[in-house]
């Protein structure tokens, strides 16, 4: 769909409905024992073991569809793994542990910020899951809140349910009927959180899905980085059953993902049955399964019923979030709202920073932890994120006492880079006295030279210790 017909495309005329699924990976230990989460552990795999799985019936009596499906496949699950990231919880030979009531807390925080009513008991549920990525054949998830919701540039989206859970396998390779899956990321605490229908257009759908990524960053206690974080989208329009999307990794791409499925949905002469669907880079989708639905769920037996107290509840303590943190920075140093967003988005202690250096001006210690990185990274192809706090500091130490110019910061986080030890001195900043006489006679010596040339030779000569801008001024003030 063009830009244009999107802008024109009647999306509440054809009916459209769509809710968001996102599930976030917890910042703890597993959600069922006390193996550490690490999702991509480097140590080589020394446990190996297969497993065919078969589905059981729910709490109706009946096997579920999805999972009916899955099963008919046939297929045999290699499974490896690490003893440092995994235990015999995960390859199902022993029962869960306690909760992680740790990952539980940070779960309740979520729903807090998302103004929901927490539950007063947490009933775990097992969710028959049969295609290799729970090697015991079902995903452990327990409902936790209920009724919350967030506010929109166009209006409020109701939010349905938060869930706990625990995360799947990871899938390193599928053949015909073999898939191998690796463990280090399986019983990883998950925090899932469910939107009502009400979101309005693909657009809308991408600004519910980034303010729900803030909010769960605003606790600090989420994963960060690519496979943290995961959005599913639940859509149809009139006279189409509901079709799920699994899979979005960029936010970027879910609003021409959607516009694709509507545009499928239109065109599809026989109405199929609900089911779902991958999201593929190019933007397009692909039938993955039927959808599951009510008896793919059964109580889980080996995990006691955990009552929510009002200590519990009181313990938590709620943080600020990251939007209202990033219009605070914006108002108190008086630095660009696109800054203060950066500043928080890569974690910088930016006020640590200000504290510290209270004579350089705010603006320009942003530039330094911001735009620098990305000119070193450009003129020299070094990776500047390796450079640590303190090194930032020690440099922004000499500027600050006046050892260097503003222009030497960048040299010297090069050299840092590089690996050579740093010289202050030949980066000494030049007082404009002497700096005023030396290009007088730099004009004196060269009549006659364009004005370019001029400011090239004093660039050479004062490069890392004089702002380029000041040597401008002065050379056009001597030679006017």
């Known amino acids: 769909m063009s830009e244009e017909g999107k802008k024109s495309f009647d999306y509440k005329g054809f009916g459209f409905k769509a809710g968001l699924e996102i599930h976030q990976q917890i910042e703890s230990h597993k959600l069922f024992c006390s193996c550490p989460s690490l999702v991509n552990d480097e140590h080589t795999p020394e446990i190996l073991f297969e497993r065919r799985l078969r589905a059981a019936a729910g709490e109706t009596g009946h096997i579920d569809q999805a999972a009916a499906y899955e099963m008919q496949k046939g297929k045999l699950f290699q499974y490896e793994a690490c003893s440092s990231s995994s235990c015999s919880v995960e390859f199902d030979e022993e029962p869960p542990h306690p909760v992680n009531m740790h990952a539980l807390s940070i779960a309740l925080e979520v729903a807090l910020l998302l103004h929901a009513k927490i539950v007063d008991n947490i009933h775990f549920m097992r969710k028959t899951v049969v295609d290799g990525s729970n090697v015991s054949g079902f995903q452990r998830t327990a409902l936790i809140a209920m009724n919350g919701y967030i506010n929109t540039s166009k209006g409020k989206v ?40 009400s979101i309005k257009d693909p657009e809308h759908a991408k600004e519910v899905a980034s303010l729900l990524g803030m909010i769960l960053r605003s606790t600090g206690k989420v994963k960060r980085g690519l496979g943290t974080i995961r959005q599913d989208v639940n859509l149809s329009i009139a006279g189409h059953p509901r079709v ?237």
């Open 158 to 197: 109701a939010i349905s349910s938060i869930c706990l859970e625990e995360e799947a396998a990871k899938k390193l390779e599928a053949q015909e009927h073999i898939v191998r899956f690796r463990l280090d990321r399986l019983g990883v605490a998950l925090v899932e959180i469910a939107t009502d229908a």
């Open 244 to 480: 799920e999307i699994k899979g979005f990794q960029e936010l970027k791409y879910m609003p021409k993902v959607i516009d694709n499925e509507i545009k499928r949905q239109i065109q599809e002469a026989k109405k199929g049955e609900s089911h779902v669907r991958k999201a593929n880079p190019d933007g397009t989708s692909t039938f993955l399964r039927p959808m599951p639905g009510a008896a793919r769920m059964y109580p889980e037996t080996d995990i006691p019923v955990i009552n929510i107290t009002k200590e519990l509840l009181s313990s938590i303590e709620l943080p600020e979030l990251l939007d209202k943190k990033a219009l605070r920075y914006e108002k108190n140093f008086s630095i660009s709202g696109e800054f203060a967003r950066m500043l928080i988005a890569e974690d910088i202690d930016f006020p640590g920073y200000v504290k510290q250096f209270p004579n350089i001006e705010a603006k320009f210690l942003a530039h330094v932890m911001l735009n620098l990185p990305k000119e070193i990274q450009k003129r020299y192809n070094l990776d500047a994120s390796i450079l640590t706090d303190a090194q930032y500091r020690e440099v922004l130490g000499y500027f600050s006492q006046g050892f260097i110019s503003k222009e030497a910061i960048l040299d010297i986080l090069v050299e840092i880079l590089q690996g050579k030890s740093i010289d202050i001195h030949k980066y000494k900043a030049v007082d404009e006295k002497t700096l005023e006489k030396e290009l007088k006679e730099l004009i004196t010596t060269n009549k006659g030279v364009p004005f370019n040339a001029l400011m090239g030779e004093a660039m050479k000569k004062y490069r890392g210790k004089v702002d380029g801008q000041k040597i401008m001024e002065l050379l056009r003030k001597f030679t006017s």
